[in-house]
């Protein structure tokens, strides 16, 4: 019912920068937070960072922590990811998502997912 639609990825060296970003549109869906994820060749996908929708707290793994920036622009239906000192293991196809139900510990469900913007970091 929802559409994401992410962008602003591509190739780019070690040590520069790229910003995401993923634009919703459609019908609307109940939004607790938007969420980045990535998933790179032969590894699962995995969680990067996620920003609640009202209150606008922040989240990062671990590996993208001080290198990662999420943000969001309600007005636009929109959430971006500044990506600095990029390294290689960043390589990744990068997944926006909608988490739909909240749960304890964040969220328990994220439905809705982009079809994915290829970020590629060279050496």
């Known amino acids: 019912q929802v559409q994401l639609v992410e962008s602003g990825g591509g190739l780019v060296q070690a040590g520069g920068s790229l910003r995401l970003s993923c634009a919703a549109s459609?019908?609307?869906?109940?939004?607790?937070?938007r969420g980045w994820f990535r998933q790179a060749p032969g590894k699962e996908r995995e969680f990067v960072s996620t920003?609640?929708?009202?209150?606008?707290?922040?989240y990062y793994a671990d590996s993208v922590k001080g290198r990662f920036t999420i943000s969001r622009d309600n007005a636009k239906n929109s959430v971006y990811l500044q990506m600095n000192s990029l390294v290689p293991e960043d390589t990744a196809v990068y997944y926006c998502?909608?988490?739909?139900?909240?749960?304890?510990?964040?969220?328990?469900?994220?439905?809705?997912w982009g079809q994915g913007t290829q970020v590629t970091v060279s050496s």
């Open positions: 998502a909608v988490c739909t139900l909240a749960g304890a510990l964040g969220c328990s469900h994220y439905g809705a």
């Open positions: 459609g019908r609307t869906v109940r939004t607790y937070a």
């Open positions: 920003i609640t929708w009202s209150g606008g707290s922040t």
